[in-house]
Protein backbone atom coordinates (compact mmCIF):
# COMPACT_ATOMS: atom_id res chain seq x y z
CA UNK A 1 0.00 0.00 0.00
CA UNK A 2 1.34 3.47 -0.77
CA UNK A 3 1.16 6.16 1.42
CA UNK A 4 -1.01 7.84 -0.39
CA UNK A 5 -3.63 5.25 -0.33
CA UNK A 6 -2.91 4.86 3.66
CA UNK A 7 -3.67 8.54 3.76
CA UNK A 8 -7.21 8.38 2.01
CA UNK A 9 -8.15 5.16 4.25
CA UNK A 10 -6.83 6.98 7.48
CA UNK A 11 -9.13 10.04 6.60
CA UNK A 12 -11.96 8.41 5.43
CA UNK A 13 -11.69 6.18 9.04
CA UNK A 14 -11.02 10.14 10.81
CA UNK A 15 -14.44 10.84 8.77
CA UNK A 16 -16.22 8.05 9.56
CA UNK A 17 -15.07 8.09 13.30
CA UNK A 18 -16.30 11.71 13.58
CA UNK A 19 -19.55 11.22 12.17
CA UNK A 20 -20.43 8.33 14.76
CA UNK A 21 -19.35 10.75 17.52
CA UNK A 22 -21.59 13.31 16.01
CA UNK A 23 -24.02 11.24 15.93
CA UNK A 24 -24.20 9.65 19.45
CA UNK A 25 -25.82 12.49 21.54
CA UNK A 26 -29.38 11.71 19.96
CA UNK A 27 -28.75 8.13 18.94
CA UNK A 28 -30.55 5.90 20.89
CA UNK A 29 -28.46 4.52 23.78
CA UNK A 30 -29.20 0.45 23.45
CA UNK A 31 -27.70 -1.11 19.93
CA UNK A 32 -30.34 -1.45 17.38
CA UNK A 33 -29.62 -4.85 16.13
CA UNK A 34 -29.90 -8.39 18.30
CA UNK A 35 -27.03 -10.63 19.08
CA UNK A 36 -28.30 -13.01 16.43
CA UNK A 37 -29.01 -10.29 13.91
CA UNK A 38 -25.29 -9.40 13.90
CA UNK A 39 -24.16 -12.98 14.29
CA UNK A 40 -26.70 -13.17 11.30
CA UNK A 41 -24.63 -10.24 9.48
CA UNK A 42 -21.51 -11.20 9.91
CA UNK A 43 -21.97 -15.08 9.11
CA UNK A 44 -19.70 -16.14 5.99
CA UNK A 45 -16.85 -18.79 5.33
CA UNK A 46 -13.50 -17.46 5.78
CA UNK A 47 -12.42 -15.61 2.92
CA UNK A 48 -10.10 -17.42 0.32
CA UNK A 49 -9.08 -14.01 -1.57
CA UNK A 50 -7.93 -10.76 -0.20
CA UNK A 51 -10.20 -7.48 -0.41
CA UNK A 52 -9.36 -3.80 -0.96
CA UNK A 53 -8.76 -1.90 2.67
CA UNK A 54 -10.64 1.23 1.33
CA UNK A 55 -13.68 -1.37 0.85
CA UNK A 56 -13.51 -4.32 3.52
CA UNK A 57 -13.14 -0.59 5.90
CA UNK A 58 -16.78 0.20 4.36
CA UNK A 59 -18.04 -3.32 4.92
CA UNK A 60 -16.74 -3.36 8.38
CA UNK A 61 -18.62 0.14 9.46
CA UNK A 62 -21.85 -1.07 7.40
CA UNK A 63 -22.06 -4.60 9.11
CA UNK A 64 -21.25 -3.51 12.58
CA UNK A 65 -23.12 -0.01 12.90
CA UNK A 66 -26.59 -1.48 13.75
CA UNK A 67 -25.04 -3.49 16.75
CA UNK A 68 -23.30 -1.25 18.16
CA UNK A 69 -24.03 0.42 21.35
CA UNK A 70 -24.20 4.30 22.31
CA UNK A 71 -21.36 3.67 25.07
CA UNK A 72 -20.38 7.21 24.67
CA UNK A 73 -23.59 8.99 24.37
CA UNK A 74 -24.46 11.72 27.24
CA UNK A 75 -26.90 9.53 28.46
CA UNK A 76 -25.19 5.64 29.07
CA UNK A 77 -25.38 4.41 32.33
CA UNK A 78 -25.15 0.64 32.06
CA UNK A 79 -21.89 -0.94 33.88
CA UNK A 80 -19.52 1.74 34.71
CA UNK A 81 -17.95 2.89 31.38
CA UNK A 82 -16.02 5.70 30.16
CA UNK A 83 -16.60 7.56 27.18
CA UNK A 84 -13.07 7.12 25.41
CA UNK A 85 -11.99 10.50 25.06
CA UNK A 86 -10.91 12.35 22.07
CA UNK A 87 -7.82 12.94 23.60
CA UNK A 88 -7.20 9.02 24.73
CA UNK A 89 -9.02 8.02 20.86
CA UNK A 90 -6.47 10.22 19.61
CA UNK A 91 -3.30 8.81 20.83
CA UNK A 92 -4.47 5.55 20.74
CA UNK A 93 -4.85 5.93 17.04
CA UNK A 94 -1.14 6.79 17.17
CA UNK A 95 -0.37 3.93 19.41
CA UNK A 96 -1.74 1.90 16.97
CA UNK A 97 -0.07 3.34 14.21
CA UNK A 98 3.27 3.28 15.59
CA UNK A 99 3.13 -0.47 16.63
CA UNK A 100 5.49 -0.31 19.50
CA UNK A 101 5.78 -3.85 20.93
CA UNK A 102 6.01 -2.61 25.01
CA UNK A 103 8.33 -5.27 26.62
CA UNK A 104 11.55 -4.47 26.81
CA UNK A 105 12.75 -0.54 27.04
CA UNK A 106 16.29 -0.86 24.75
CA UNK A 107 13.19 -2.17 21.74
CA UNK A 108 11.20 0.90 22.80
CA UNK A 109 12.47 3.53 24.92
CA UNK A 110 9.47 5.78 24.06
CA UNK A 111 6.82 3.54 25.04
CA UNK A 112 8.71 2.37 28.28
CA UNK A 113 9.73 5.66 29.56
CA UNK A 114 6.09 7.13 28.72
CA UNK A 115 4.75 4.68 30.73
CA UNK A 116 7.15 4.89 34.07
CA UNK A 117 6.57 8.71 34.10
CA UNK A 118 2.77 8.15 33.31
CA UNK A 119 3.21 6.14 36.11
CA UNK A 120 4.28 8.46 38.44
CA UNK A 121 1.77 11.24 37.81
CA UNK A 122 -1.29 8.27 38.77
CA UNK A 123 0.89 7.83 41.90
CA UNK A 124 0.61 11.69 42.48
CA UNK A 125 -2.58 12.38 41.19
CA UNK A 126 -4.33 9.52 43.22
CA UNK A 127 -1.69 10.22 46.15
CA UNK A 128 -0.21 6.18 46.19
CA UNK A 129 3.45 5.89 47.85
CA UNK A 130 5.48 7.72 45.39
CA UNK A 131 8.04 4.56 45.00
CA UNK A 132 5.29 2.22 44.34
CA UNK A 133 6.00 0.41 40.87
CA UNK A 134 2.76 0.67 38.38
CA UNK A 135 2.02 -1.64 35.54
CA UNK A 136 -0.11 -0.97 32.64
CA UNK A 137 -2.84 -3.75 32.42
CA UNK A 138 -5.64 -4.06 30.42
CA UNK A 139 -8.46 -4.01 33.09
CA UNK A 140 -9.24 -4.03 36.81
CA UNK A 141 -10.08 -7.47 36.57
CA UNK A 142 -6.01 -8.23 35.78
CA UNK A 143 -5.05 -5.36 37.73
CA UNK A 144 -6.17 -6.72 40.74
CA UNK A 145 -4.92 -10.03 39.94
CA UNK A 146 -1.02 -8.96 39.09
CA UNK A 147 -1.34 -7.42 42.68
CA UNK A 148 -2.71 -10.31 44.28
CA UNK A 149 0.02 -12.57 42.36
CA UNK A 150 2.61 -10.40 44.18
CA UNK A 151 1.00 -10.13 47.53
CA UNK A 152 0.77 -14.63 47.09
CA UNK A 153 3.97 -14.63 45.94
CA UNK A 154 5.40 -11.97 48.91
CA UNK A 155 3.23 -13.32 51.91
CA UNK A 156 4.66 -16.78 51.40
CA UNK A 157 8.35 -15.40 51.05
CA UNK A 158 7.90 -14.35 54.50
CA UNK A 159 7.12 -18.08 55.36
CA UNK A 160 10.13 -19.01 53.52
CA UNK A 161 8.25 -20.46 50.52
CA UNK A 162 9.25 -19.29 47.05
CA UNK A 163 5.74 -19.80 45.02
CA UNK A 164 7.16 -18.56 42.22
CA UNK A 165 10.01 -21.04 41.63
CA UNK A 166 7.92 -23.94 43.49
CA UNK A 167 4.04 -23.57 43.14
CA UNK A 168 1.36 -23.76 45.68
CA UNK A 169 1.70 -27.72 46.08
CA UNK A 170 2.74 -28.02 49.11
CA UNK A 171 3.08 -24.37 50.23
CA UNK A 172 1.64 -22.83 53.53
CA UNK A 173 -2.16 -22.55 53.36
CA UNK A 174 -2.57 -18.40 52.66
CA UNK A 175 -5.29 -16.95 53.57
CA UNK A 176 -8.33 -14.45 52.04
CA UNK A 177 -10.19 -12.21 53.85
CA UNK A 178 -13.04 -9.61 51.96
CA UNK A 179 -15.80 -8.26 52.26
CA UNK A 180 -19.04 -10.49 51.25
CA UNK A 181 -19.67 -7.99 48.43
CA UNK A 182 -16.17 -8.13 47.09
CA UNK A 183 -16.60 -7.23 43.13
CA UNK A 184 -16.68 -10.73 41.09
CA UNK A 185 -13.72 -10.25 38.94
CA UNK A 186 -11.89 -10.64 42.45
CA UNK A 187 -12.72 -14.10 42.46
CA UNK A 188 -11.69 -14.53 39.42
CA UNK A 189 -8.30 -13.45 40.25
CA UNK A 190 -8.25 -15.56 42.94
CA UNK A 191 -9.22 -18.44 41.10
CA UNK A 192 -6.61 -17.95 38.52
CA UNK A 193 -3.99 -17.68 41.32
CA UNK A 194 -4.54 -20.95 42.82
CA UNK A 195 -6.24 -19.15 45.28
CA UNK A 196 -9.61 -20.71 45.14
CA UNK A 197 -12.71 -18.69 44.92
CA UNK A 198 -14.52 -19.61 47.77
CA UNK A 199 -11.75 -20.66 50.34
CA UNK A 200 -11.81 -17.51 51.40
CA UNK A 201 -13.08 -15.81 54.91
CA UNK A 202 -16.13 -13.55 53.93
CA UNK A 203 -16.22 -10.72 56.03
CA UNK A 204 -19.86 -9.65 57.05
CA UNK A 205 -21.18 -6.32 55.34
CA UNK A 206 -23.42 -3.10 56.08
CA UNK A 207 -26.47 -2.51 53.91
CA UNK A 208 -24.12 -0.48 52.01
CA UNK A 209 -22.06 -3.72 50.90
CA UNK A 210 -19.03 -2.24 53.30
CA UNK A 211 -17.06 -4.42 55.96
CA UNK A 212 -19.03 -4.33 59.01
CA UNK A 213 -16.61 -1.61 61.39
CA UNK A 214 -14.97 -4.16 63.70
CA UNK A 215 -16.06 -7.45 61.45
CA UNK A 216 -12.92 -7.27 59.82
CA UNK A 217 -10.09 -7.27 62.73
CA UNK A 218 -12.10 -9.99 64.52
CA UNK A 219 -12.52 -12.03 61.03
CA UNK A 220 -8.60 -11.94 60.90
CA UNK A 221 -8.03 -11.97 64.80
CA UNK A 222 -8.25 -16.01 64.54
CA UNK A 223 -6.02 -16.41 61.47
CA UNK A 224 -2.07 -17.61 61.48
CA UNK A 225 0.19 -17.78 58.35
CA UNK A 226 0.52 -15.71 55.23
CA UNK A 227 -2.56 -13.63 54.92
CA UNK A 228 -3.86 -11.76 51.88
CA UNK A 229 -7.02 -8.87 52.64
CA UNK A 230 -9.18 -7.27 50.19
CA UNK A 231 -10.55 -4.02 50.50
CA UNK A 232 -13.31 -2.01 48.08
CA UNK A 233 -13.00 1.14 46.94
CA UNK A 234 -16.23 2.04 45.24
CA UNK A 235 -18.50 -0.36 45.82
CA UNK A 236 -20.44 -1.61 42.52
CA UNK A 237 -23.75 -0.56 43.31
CA UNK A 238 -23.54 2.00 46.68
CA UNK A 239 -20.23 3.56 45.50
CA UNK A 240 -19.08 3.35 48.85
CA UNK A 241 -15.75 2.64 50.46
CA UNK A 242 -14.64 -0.11 53.13
CA UNK A 243 -13.30 1.40 56.73
CA UNK A 244 -9.92 1.46 55.50
CA UNK A 245 -7.86 3.41 58.56
CA UNK A 246 -9.27 0.56 60.69
CA UNK A 247 -8.56 -2.22 57.80
CA UNK A 248 -5.00 -1.24 57.24
CA UNK A 249 -4.46 -0.98 60.88
CA UNK A 250 -5.86 -4.90 61.74
CA UNK A 251 -3.65 -6.34 58.64
CA UNK A 252 -0.54 -4.37 59.60
CA UNK A 253 -1.12 -5.46 63.18
CA UNK A 254 -0.99 -9.05 61.12
CA UNK A 255 1.05 -9.08 58.75
CA UNK A 256 -1.43 -9.49 56.29
CA UNK A 257 -0.80 -7.85 52.69
CA UNK A 258 -3.63 -5.65 51.90
CA UNK A 259 -4.82 -5.06 48.60
CA UNK A 260 -7.49 -2.51 47.17
CA UNK A 261 -9.68 -3.09 44.42
CA UNK A 262 -10.35 0.58 43.10
CA UNK A 263 -11.96 0.17 39.82
CA UNK A 264 -13.00 3.81 39.45
CA UNK A 265 -13.00 4.71 42.98
CA UNK A 266 -10.09 4.92 43.78
CA UNK A 267 -10.12 8.22 41.30
CA UNK A 268 -11.79 9.88 44.23
CA UNK A 269 -8.87 10.69 45.81
CA UNK A 270 -7.84 12.97 42.72
CA UNK A 271 -10.77 15.46 43.65
CA UNK A 272 -10.30 17.22 46.87
CA UNK A 273 -14.17 17.02 47.76
CA UNK A 274 -14.57 13.54 47.54
CA UNK A 275 -10.78 12.24 48.53
CA UNK A 276 -12.01 11.80 52.42
CA UNK A 277 -13.63 8.82 51.45
CA UNK A 278 -10.72 6.90 50.50
CA UNK A 279 -8.73 8.21 53.64
CA UNK A 280 -6.99 5.12 54.70
CA UNK A 281 -6.39 3.16 51.28
CA UNK A 282 -2.41 4.86 51.19
CA UNK A 283 -2.03 2.47 53.92
CA UNK A 284 -2.83 -0.88 51.78
CA UNK A 285 0.48 -2.78 50.29
CA UNK A 286 -1.21 -2.67 46.41
CA UNK A 287 -3.80 -1.09 44.06
CA UNK A 288 -5.87 -1.58 41.30
CA UNK A 289 -7.81 0.94 39.43
CA UNK A 290 -8.69 1.64 35.58
CA UNK A 291 -8.13 4.28 33.09
CA UNK A 292 -10.94 2.90 31.06
CA UNK A 293 -13.31 3.87 33.71
CA UNK A 294 -13.28 7.49 35.45
CA UNK A 295 -10.08 8.59 33.12
CA UNK A 296 -12.12 7.96 30.31
CA UNK A 297 -8.97 6.44 28.41
CA UNK A 298 -9.91 4.06 25.66
CA UNK A 299 -10.64 0.36 26.63
CA UNK A 300 -8.07 -1.50 27.64
CA UNK A 301 -6.58 0.34 30.13
CA UNK A 302 -5.76 -0.27 33.82
CA UNK A 303 -3.12 0.12 36.49
CA UNK A 304 -1.66 -2.92 38.53
CA UNK A 305 0.02 -0.39 41.73
CA UNK A 306 2.48 -2.31 44.39
CA UNK A 307 4.44 -0.54 47.43
CA UNK A 308 6.94 -3.43 46.84
CA UNK A 309 8.08 -3.21 43.89
CA UNK A 310 10.18 -6.04 44.10
CA UNK A 311 7.49 -8.13 45.14
CA UNK A 312 5.48 -6.96 42.09
CA UNK A 313 8.70 -7.52 39.43
CA UNK A 314 9.35 -11.38 41.28
CA UNK A 315 5.35 -12.01 40.42
CA UNK A 316 5.20 -10.89 36.90
CA UNK A 317 9.20 -11.06 35.78
CA UNK A 318 9.19 -13.01 32.46
CA UNK A 319 12.79 -14.22 32.55
CA UNK A 320 14.24 -14.21 35.80
CA UNK A 321 17.31 -11.60 35.69
CA UNK A 322 19.36 -9.66 38.14
CA UNK A 323 18.02 -6.02 37.98
CA UNK A 324 20.76 -3.43 38.28
CA UNK A 325 20.63 -0.60 40.50
CA UNK A 326 19.68 2.46 38.26
CA UNK A 327 19.23 0.65 35.05
CA UNK A 328 16.08 0.48 32.55
CA UNK A 329 12.41 -0.19 33.50
CA UNK A 330 11.22 -2.87 31.58
CA UNK A 331 7.49 -2.80 31.37
CA UNK A 332 6.58 -6.40 30.80
CA UNK A 333 8.14 -7.17 34.45
CA UNK A 334 5.23 -5.67 35.74
CA UNK A 335 2.43 -7.21 33.93
CA UNK A 336 1.17 -10.74 32.83
CA UNK A 337 2.18 -10.55 28.94
CA UNK A 338 4.89 -10.03 26.94
CA UNK A 339 4.16 -8.41 23.57
CA UNK A 340 1.50 -5.31 24.27
CA UNK A 341 0.21 -2.31 22.78
CA UNK A 342 1.64 0.90 24.64
CA UNK A 343 -0.80 1.73 26.84
CA UNK A 344 0.80 4.53 28.44
CA UNK A 345 0.24 6.65 25.37
CA UNK A 346 -3.42 7.27 26.07
CA UNK A 347 -3.05 7.62 29.96
CA UNK A 348 -0.20 10.37 29.53
CA UNK A 349 -2.46 11.73 26.91
CA UNK A 350 -5.84 12.08 29.03
CA UNK A 351 -3.74 13.33 32.09
CA UNK A 352 -1.96 16.08 29.63
CA UNK A 353 -5.63 16.96 28.29
CA UNK A 354 -7.45 17.28 31.69
CA UNK A 355 -4.86 18.12 34.21
CA UNK A 356 -5.00 17.48 38.08
CA UNK A 357 -7.72 20.41 38.18
CA UNK A 358 -9.69 18.82 35.18
CA UNK A 359 -9.75 15.23 36.43
CA UNK A 360 -10.93 16.72 40.09
CA UNK A 361 -13.79 18.40 38.35
CA UNK A 362 -14.97 16.08 36.36
CA UNK A 363 -14.93 13.38 39.15
CA UNK A 364 -16.52 16.01 40.98
CA UNK A 365 -19.21 16.72 38.98
CA UNK A 366 -20.22 12.83 38.22
CA UNK A 367 -20.95 12.76 41.74
CA UNK A 368 -22.73 15.78 42.05
CA UNK A 369 -24.88 14.57 38.96
CA UNK A 370 -25.29 11.32 40.62
CA UNK A 371 -26.90 12.87 43.78
CA UNK A 372 -29.00 15.40 41.56
CA UNK A 373 -29.97 12.04 39.82
CA UNK A 374 -31.13 10.18 42.97
CA UNK A 375 -33.14 13.17 44.05
CA UNK A 376 -34.69 13.49 40.68
CA UNK A 377 -36.13 9.71 40.78
CA UNK A 378 -36.28 9.78 44.61
CA UNK A 379 -38.61 12.30 44.48
CA UNK A 380 -41.32 9.93 43.11
CA UNK A 381 -43.39 8.32 45.75
CA UNK A 382 -42.54 4.54 45.03
CA UNK A 383 -38.95 4.74 43.96
CA UNK A 384 -36.59 4.46 46.91
CA UNK A 385 -32.80 4.82 46.62
CA UNK A 386 -31.20 2.15 48.68
CA UNK A 387 -27.55 3.33 48.75
CA UNK A 388 -25.92 6.76 50.53
CA UNK A 389 -25.05 8.60 46.95
CA UNK A 390 -21.85 9.20 48.47
CA UNK A 391 -19.75 8.66 44.90
CA UNK A 392 -21.01 8.63 41.68
CA UNK A 393 -23.75 5.40 41.66
CA UNK A 394 -26.89 5.02 42.28
CA UNK A 395 -29.36 2.01 43.29
CA UNK A 396 -32.37 2.49 42.10
CA UNK A 397 -35.70 0.16 43.63
CA UNK A 398 -38.79 0.62 41.99
CA UNK A 399 -42.18 -0.37 43.91
CA UNK A 400 -41.37 0.17 47.03
CA UNK A 401 -44.72 -0.26 47.79
CA UNK A 402 -45.08 -3.74 46.36
CA UNK A 403 -45.05 -7.35 46.97
CA UNK A 404 -40.97 -7.94 46.19
CA UNK A 405 -41.45 -10.29 43.70
CA UNK A 406 -43.85 -8.35 42.16
CA UNK A 407 -41.92 -5.10 42.01
CA UNK A 408 -38.77 -7.37 40.77
CA UNK A 409 -40.88 -7.85 37.88
CA UNK A 410 -41.73 -4.64 37.14
CA UNK A 411 -38.05 -3.10 37.51
CA UNK A 412 -36.82 -5.72 34.96
CA UNK A 413 -39.53 -4.63 32.86
CA UNK A 414 -39.18 -0.96 33.01
CA UNK A 415 -35.27 -1.41 32.57
CA UNK A 416 -36.27 -3.35 29.21
CA UNK A 417 -38.31 -0.32 28.26
CA UNK A 418 -36.08 2.46 29.42
CA UNK A 419 -33.60 0.58 27.06
CA UNK A 420 -35.93 0.14 24.01
CA UNK A 421 -37.06 4.00 24.57
CA UNK A 422 -33.26 4.59 24.01
CA UNK A 423 -33.36 7.99 25.96
CA UNK A 424 -30.64 6.50 28.30
CA UNK A 425 -29.24 3.03 29.30
CA UNK A 426 -29.24 2.02 32.52
CA UNK A 427 -28.75 -1.95 33.81
CA UNK A 428 -29.91 -4.29 36.37
CA UNK A 429 -28.40 -5.79 39.08
CA UNK A 430 -29.55 -7.51 42.08
CA UNK A 431 -28.80 -6.19 45.05
CA UNK A 432 -30.12 -6.72 49.13
CA UNK A 433 -32.21 -9.63 47.61
CA UNK A 434 -33.83 -7.37 45.07
CA UNK A 435 -33.93 -6.25 41.56
CA UNK A 436 -32.52 -2.83 40.92
CA UNK A 437 -31.75 -0.41 38.35
CA UNK A 438 -27.94 0.59 38.70
CA UNK A 439 -27.07 4.54 37.67
CA UNK A 440 -23.56 4.86 36.97
CA UNK A 441 -22.69 8.38 36.64
CA UNK A 442 -18.68 8.25 35.03
CA UNK A 443 -19.08 9.57 30.84
CA UNK A 444 -17.38 12.27 30.20
CA UNK A 445 -20.02 13.51 28.09
CA UNK A 446 -23.06 13.61 30.24
CA UNK A 447 -24.30 17.30 31.03
CA UNK A 448 -26.59 18.40 34.40
CA UNK A 449 -29.16 18.48 31.50
CA UNK A 450 -28.96 14.75 30.50
CA UNK A 451 -30.00 14.06 34.05
CA UNK A 452 -32.61 15.46 34.05
CA UNK A 453 -33.76 13.92 30.74
CA UNK A 454 -32.64 11.08 31.93
CA UNK A 455 -34.60 10.73 35.26
CA UNK A 456 -37.75 11.79 33.13
CA UNK A 457 -37.40 8.96 30.72
CA UNK A 458 -36.75 6.74 33.87
CA UNK A 459 -39.66 7.69 35.58
CA UNK A 460 -41.94 8.01 32.86
CA UNK A 461 -40.93 4.52 31.82
CA UNK A 462 -41.67 3.06 35.23
CA UNK A 463 -45.30 4.96 35.61
CA UNK A 464 -45.81 3.11 32.11
CA UNK A 465 -45.08 0.01 33.28
CA UNK A 466 -46.66 -0.11 36.67
CA UNK A 467 -49.78 1.71 34.83
CA UNK A 468 -50.03 -0.67 32.01
CA UNK A 469 -49.65 -3.49 34.77
CA UNK A 470 -52.38 -1.96 37.33
CA UNK A 471 -50.64 -2.25 39.88
C1 LIG B 1 -15.22 -2.69 36.71
C2 LIG B 1 -14.73 -3.24 37.99
C3 LIG B 1 -13.80 -4.28 38.01
C4 LIG B 1 -13.32 -4.95 36.76
O1 LIG B 1 -12.69 -4.03 35.95
P1 LIG B 1 -12.44 -4.30 34.38
O2 LIG B 1 -11.78 -3.06 33.94
O3 LIG B 1 -13.80 -4.48 33.77
O4 LIG B 1 -11.61 -5.51 34.25
C5 LIG B 1 -13.33 -4.69 39.25
N1 LIG B 1 -13.77 -4.11 40.39
C6 LIG B 1 -14.68 -3.13 40.40
C7 LIG B 1 -15.12 -2.53 41.70
C8 LIG B 1 -15.20 -2.65 39.19
O5 LIG B 1 -16.09 -1.66 39.17
Redesign the pocket.
Known amino acids: MSAEELRVVLHKIADRAVAFRESRADAPHRPLATYAEMKAAFDAPAPEHGAPIGDLIDELAALTTPGLANMVGPRFFGW?IGATHPAGLAADWLTSAWAQNVGNAHATPAASACEEITGRWLLELLDLPRSSSVGFVT????A?FTCLAAARGEVLRRVGWDVEADGLFGAPPVHVVLGEEA?S??FSGLRYLGLGSKRVVRVPVTPQGLMQPGAFAKAIATLEGPIIAIA?A?H?NSGGFDPFAEIANAARAKGAWLHV?G??GLWARACPDRAHLGRGLELADSWGV?G??WLQTPHDS?YAIVRDAEAHRRAMLIAASYLPEGSERHPADYVPELSRRGRGFATWAMIKSLGRSGIAAMVSRHCAQARQMSELLGAERDIEILNDVVLNQVAVRLGVDLDGAQADALTDRTIARIQQDGVCFVGGANWRGRQIIRVSVISANTTDADIVKSAEAIISAWRAERHANAV
Open positions: VGATINHTVQGIDAFDHKA
